[in-house]
C-alpha cells in the first residue's frame, strides 16, 4: 500500500483478555518499528525488526507482551491479560532499512482502551 | 527511564515570534532525527543530522546537532499557526543501535 497500515484502529476490551494488533508496512520497507503512546506522552520504544528478526526485546513492558513478523512484511503485537494500564496508543513505522538510518513512516495508530 | 529529554514541555507564542525546543540524551547517540505531530495525527519525519555539529536549514526551521552528538535543537523563526504540534527529537543510542528512543516531546501552540 502507500502508507503504513493499521488495524483494528480502535479496539475496546475488557481487563484480562488478549488482544492482537496488526501492521502491515510499506512495501519493500525492512525495518519494522513498535511505539506506545498514551495521553499527551511521548513515544515508548517498544520493539524493532529488521526483516523477520527482532535483535532486542527488552523495550517490551513485560512478558504478556510479544511481537512477531512474517514473510518480512506484516507485523503482530501480542498483549495477552490486558491489564488498565496497557490503554494507549499503539504505533507503527516502517523504514527502508535500519543500516542508515532511513527515516521512519508512520501508521495512524491503534487506539487500545482496557476497560 | 527516559533516555532523551526534551524542553520545555509547553510553549505558547504569538504568531511571528521564534520558537526553540532543546533536545538532551544521556547517552552519545549515533544521529538525530526531529518528527513533528500535528493534534490527532501520527508523527511526521522532518529532518535527520548525523555529523557532530551539524546543522540544516528547512525554510523558516533551523536544526543543529551538538558537537558531543547528545544534544539537539530545533528553532522555528515567527512562527505560524501551521507551526502548532508537539515536535520530537529521536535517535539510536551510538553502542545500541537496536534501540530507537523518542524525546518527551515540546507541544507548541500559536496564537493568532
Known amino acids: 500500500g502507500a502508507g503504513v497500515s493499521q488495524s483494528p484502529s480502535n479496539k475496546v476490551t475488557e481487563k484480562g483478555k488478549d488482544v492482537e494488533l496488526r501492521c502491515d508496512p510499506i512495501s519493500g520497507h525492512t525495518a519494522l518499528y513498535w511505539y506506545r503512546q498514551s495521553l499527551g506522552q511521548g513515544l515508548e520504544f517498544l520493539i524493532y525488526?529488521?526483516?523477520?528478526?527482532?535483535?532486542?526485546k527488552s523495550g517490551l513492558p513485560s512478558d504478556r507482551f510479544s511481537a512477531e513478523r512474517t514473510g518480512g512484511s506484516v507485523s503482530t503485537l501480542t498483549i495477552q491479560r490486558t491489564q488498565q494500564e496497557d490503554s494507549a496508543v499503539y504505533l507503527c513505522?516502517?523504514?527502508?532499512?535500519?543500516?542508515?538510518?532511513?527515516?521512519?513512516?508512520f501508521g495512524d495508530g491503534t487506539r487500545l482502551s482496557i476497560l | 527511564g527516559q533516555q532523551v529529554m526534551q524542553i520545555p514541555q509547553y510553549q505558547h507564542v504569538q504568531e511571528g515570534e521564534d520558537f526553540t525546543t532543546y533536545c538532551n540524551s544521556s547517552?552519545?547517540?549515533?544521529?538525530i532525527q526531529w518528527y513533528k505531530q500535528r493534534p490527532g495525527g501520527h508523527p511526521v519525519f522532518l529532518i535527520q543530522?548525523?555529523?557532530?555539529?551539524e546543522v540544516k536549514k528547512q525554510k523558516r526551521l533551523t536544526f543543529q546537532f551538538g558537537e558531543t552528538k547528545k544534544n539537539s535543537s530545533l528553532h522555528i523563526t515567527a512562527t505560524q499557526t501551521t507551526d502548532v504540534g508537539t515536535y520530537f527529537c529521536?535517535?539510536?543510542?551510538?553502542?545500541?543501535?537496536?534501540?530507537?528512543?523518542f524525546g518527551s516531546g515540546t507541544k507548541l501552540n500559536v496564537k493568532p
Open positions: 543530522l548525523v555529523k557532530s555539529g
Open positions: 513505522a516502517s523504514s527502508l532499512n535500519r543500516d542508515s538510518n532511513q527515516p521512519q513512516h
Open positions: 525488526f529488521q526483516g523477520n528478526s527482532a535483535p532486542d
Open positions: 529521536a535517535g539510536s543510542p551510538r553502542y545500541n543501535f537496536n534501540k530507537f528512543y
Open positions: 547517552t552519545t547517540l549515533s544521529n
